[in-house]
T-cell receptor, first 114, second 116 residues
Framework: AQSVTQLGSHVSVSEGALVLLRCNYSSSVPPYLFWYVQYPNQGLQLLLKYTTGATLVKGINGFEAEFKKSETSFHLTKPSAHMSDAAEYFCAVSSQNTGNQFYFGTGTSLTVIP | EPEVTQTPSHQVTQMGQEVILRCVPISNHLYFYWYRQILGQKVEFLVSFYNNEISEKSEIFDDQFSVERPDGSNFTLKIRSTKLEDSAMYFC??????????????FGDGTRLSIL
């Protein structure tokens, strides 16, 4: 079975500060890991994904995430928050064994304080 | 940039009524998906569709649900007899290729379904 846990349903950061959104996964097989962003009243947009290869993955809008197998983590970071980063962020896991299914986390709402 | 479009943006329906949610995937995409998100909860996979048939479905996708691609452009989700617990945001997605590494990266803005 696969699952994702996102610690912190709400995260607030000041503009210009580091953004850190946590994601831990559970998977009995090598996972494929994803971060999606959802702006208000919009659909999900892929930020970045890890499938194989380099464990530090860079995505759009300056975000990056690092796959750490020993910690079963895939935390999302951005060095300097921008007001436009305010959104809901979802971590998701999949694998070769789960076909086309994603397993999403419950999401983290990011607020950026001016 | 091509987009997945969904209509309507908000649908209000009486319990027990049938509802059809519509999606226009990106034109050269071959794989189509429906997800739902109950308010405050995680996004859940419902079904994937390829070559005019369902390729996978979750346990949520019971006999009340059906999908079809009636005319080569639209991709619809039908709920035959709606229940209160069907109230959710429903997202359509499409991808050019299937398989895990090429997971859907193009989601529509969603249809908010409210069952009264």
């Amino acid at each position: 079975a696969q699952s994702v846990t996102q610690l912190g349903s709400h995260v607030s950061v000041s503009e210009g500060a580091l953004v850190l959104l946590r994601c831990n996964y559970s998977s009995s097989v090598p996972p494929y890991l994803f971060w999606y962003v959802q702006y208000p009243n919009q659909g999900l947009q892929l930020l970045l994904k890890y499938t194989t290869g380099a464990t530090l993955v860079k995505g759009i809008n300056g975000f990056e995430a690092e796959f750490k197998k020993s910690e079963t983590s895939f935390h999302l970071t951005k060095p300097s928050a921008h007001m436009s980063d305010a959104a809901e962020y979802f971590c998701a896991v999949s694998s070769q064994n789960t076909g086309n299914q994603f397993y999403f986390g419950t999401g983290t709402s990011l607020t950026v304080i001016p | 940039e091509p987009e997945v479009t969904q209509t309507p943006s908000h649908q209000v329906t009486q319990m027990g009524q049938e509802v059809i949610l519509r999606c226009v995937p990106i034109s050269n995409h071959l794989y189509f998906y429906w997800y739902r998100q109950i308010l405050g909860q995680k996004v859940e996979f419902l079904v994937s569709f390829y070559n005019n048939e369902i390729s996978e479905k979750s346990e949520i996708f019971d006999d009340q649900f059906s999908v079809e691609r009636p005319d080569g452009s639209n991709f619809t989700l039908k709920i035959r007899s709606t229940k209160l617990e069907d109230s959710a945001m429903y997202f359509c997605a499409s991808s050019e290729y299937g398989g895990i590494i090429n997971q859907p990266q193009h989601f529509g803005d969603g249809t908010r379904l409210s069952i009264l």
